[in-house]
């Protein structure tokens, strides 16, 4: 619908005397405001009449007036967490990065207002400010200024709980929205528009004046938006008869950034905004800051299709003149992909708490129940929140969730997120809770979901809906897994490999695993090291022949081909290398020409090569081997290492062909 421009005639008595500063006495003063179709001749300035030029255009024509009566009827006002929710949408939409609010305890005078009866608007306020200004699209879209069915301008009403009152701010236009008498009353409501930079104010400065100090010197523009609220001070309005105090406002807003909930939906529904802040004051020259919130990313990565970033939130109060501060740290990734079935454009946001400000009440879980994200316990003891775009799939009720998450593309933005978080995790920069372990501790656990299922009479009906979820869309998580190089390889140069480049270290973690770490780095092999349960995963659900697992083969043909690398090891590393070797695979071939033989003087030397026709000589002690067919008892083989390593070299599948017995 296009906006109807049209004009107010102001008929303004010249006999008076302006009382102000400068001395003047108002005696006498009035006005007709007088609606002027458009078709209308303008009608011609003459000395006795002045005119001020202001549009007006008609509020939304969707049935507001059923709304506000619905609130008249209302045993009490809306929840406050609606208000502060509203305010937080706003700034979405906005797109700003800062919030600031005001408790403004002061009044203003009267004398000079667009309409006598807004005279109750002039006491104390909240003003809450944004950062950012209002487009033409923005201002029709989010409040509602304009002949619209728009849903999004219903939100609106969400004011009225706290004001009959509304003044909006941006740039050098100033509204002003007075659905209370009008809409009652089943009339067109309408809503004033001026103009700061053309439109002559003076005649209604008492009107302004509570905006002095946002806008600059000139008195003609503010850099952002402002939505002041006067609040309710009579119990006598026709929308509602709860009164509202300052106090009202600043204990709403302490519960409402006091619980886990309210961070999680600060964080998935409002991801541009990074401060905060809200502020008491009397006179705009002294402020008291009594709540503050700081969002800032620690690390950030950002690809393609997803970013992920670890934030840090802090919320700072002042309650009875004590000072508290808190901080929290979250793990938020964004992912965007495109829905082929329904064409539509998908935006999954998913939040994974690390260290959460601590609930004291469990008053709001009714609230959490009825967010508009959810959460979906991953592992037993990590709970992701998740919120995702287009609405019409979330609001899908009576289709099984596990089609909803794949319908969304849950999986494949979980693998993102895992792909991202690898990435942000740095030793010499990540936080100190962060380790390539913390990856491996969000991959699902087949295992686990298993003695989960068989402990299931511990759990509540909730837990088992979790865990049967989770294990339903296990093979699909593990196979975007599988696609992804999120996988950390140790090699330097290599870093994140390919599921299919990788060489799996599947040792448990021990001085053994280091070692053979150490050797894999070198020889500039893409080694990684996974916990069991993550390999079950790849090797259950992911293609096959994409993994190499590390075998002794692989050691001892990078030993073969960089022998130098054995020149850095200890002799206790010397040897998990070939208990490694000798006792996962007992083939002699794979020990020969290799400085890996312990001998009893603690020195290791070379067995024999692969042409020889004997490895070993045994003298007629049987504990003991003997190299060459000499005597010579400080080269027997080292008896005091691991007595499994000691029974295979003694073993005759360590014998050549030829075996040649000395007698001592």
Not at 381 to 389: E, P, Q
Request: aromatic share 12%; with cysteine; proline share 4%.
């Amino acid at each position: 619908m296009i906006s109807i421009d049209l004009e107010f005639k102001l008929t303004l008595s010249k006999s008076f005397v302006c009382t102000n500063d400068y001395g003047c006495e108002n005696k006498e003063m009035s006005y007709a405001v007088v609606q002027q179709s458009p078709k209308t001749d303008p009608i011609s300035s003459t000395d006795d009449v002045q005119y001020a030029k202001m549009r007006i255009i008609s509020s939304p024509v969707f049935q507001l007036r059923d709304i506000i009566r619905a609130l008249l009827t209302s045993s009490s006002p809306p929840p406050s967490c609606d208000l502060i929710s509203t305010f937080l949408t706003y700034g979405q939409l906005l797109g700003a990065k800062s919030i600031h609010g005001y408790l403004v305890d002061r009044c203003y005078d009267t004398r000079t207002l667009i309409n006598d009866e807004f005279s109750s608007y002039q006491g104390v306020a909240l003003c809450v400010t944004y950062d950012v200004k209002l487009s033409e699209q923005q201002w029709e879209d989010i409040f509602g200024i304009h002949e619209s069915t728009s849903t999004i301008s219903k939100t609106a009403t969400s004011f009225f709980h706290l004001t009959d009152f509304l003044c909006i701010l941006s740039g050098s236009r100033v509204v002003y929205y007075d659905p209370n008498e009008r809409m009652i009353n089943d009339e067109r409501a309408y809503v004033s528009i001026f103009d700061l930079e053309h439109d002559d104010i003076e005649v209604f400065q008492d009107q302004f004046s509570p905006l002095d100090y946002f806008l600059l010197k000139s008195k003609t523009f503010y850099n952002g938006t402002l939505i002041r609220l006067p609040l309710r001070t009579t119990s006598t309005t026709q929308i509602s008869t709860h009164i509202q105090t300052l106090d009202d406002i600043k204990q709403q807003l302490f519960k409402y950034f006091n619980f886990n909930h309210s961070l999680i939906e600060l964080l998935l529904m409002q991801t541009n905004l990074n401060t905060i802040e809200f502020d008491y004051t009397t006179d705009f020259q002294s402020f008291t800051r009594f709540l503050s919130i700081e969002k800032h990313s620690l690390a950030a990565i950002y690809d393609t299709q997803s970013t992920t970033q670890i934030i840090q939130l802090t919320l700072s109060k002042l309650i009875n003149d004590i000072s508290s501060s808190d901080g929290s740290r979250w793990l938020l990734s964004l992912q965007n992909d495109y829905n082929e079935i329904d064409k539509n454009k998908i935006e999954i946001k998913l939040l994974l708490p690390l260290l959460p400000l601590c609930s004291s009440s469990d008053s709001y879980l009714p609230l959490l129940r009825s967010s508009s994200y959810k959460s979906i316990q991953i592992t037993s003891t990590r709970i992701l929140y998740y919120h995702a775009l287009p609405s019409s799939i979330n609001s899908l009720s009576n289709v099984d969730i596990c089609i909803q998450l794949r319908q969304i593309k849950f999986p494949k933005a979980y693998a993102l997120f895992l792909k991202d978080l690898s990435r942000l995790i740095n030793p010499t920069t990540s936080p100190s809770n962060f380790s390539i372990d913390f990856i491996w501790e969000l991959m699902p656990d087949i295992d686990e979901l298993q003695r989960l299922f068989n402990e299931n009479q511990k759990y509540s009906t909730q837990q088992k809906q979790n865990i049967q979820l989770i294990n339903n869309i296990i093979p699909d998580i593990w196979e975007e897994i599988g696609k992804q190089e999120l996988f950390y390889s140790v090699t330097e140069g290599w870093g994140y490999v390919a599921i299919e480049d990788m060489i799996i270290n599947n040792v448990e973690p021990s001085p053994m695993q280091d070692v053979l770490t150490y050797v894999f780095s070198e020889a500039n092999a893409p080694i990684v090291i996974l916990p069991p349960h993550v390999i079950n995963g790849l090797c259950k659900y992911s293609n096959k022949h994409y993994l190499k697992v590390m075998t002794p083969f692989h050691a001892s043909k990078l030993l073969s081909e960089n022998s130098s690398i054995l020149f850095n090891l200890k002799s206790e590393q010397r040897l998990l290398l070939l208990k490694y070797i000798i006792l996962n695979d007992p083939d002699p071939n794979l020990v020969l020409e290799l400085e890996l033989l312990p001998l009893a003087n603690n020195k290791f030397i070379t067995f024999q090569n692969k042409q020889a026709s004997a490895v070993y000589i045994v003298d007629n002690n049987a504990d003991f081997l003997q190299l060459f067919h000499i005597q010579q008892h400080d080269r027997f083989l080292n008896p005091d290492i691991d007595q499994n390593l000691f029974e295979k070299l003694s073993s005759k599948s360590f014998q050549g062909k030829e075996t040649v017995f000395w007698f001592i």
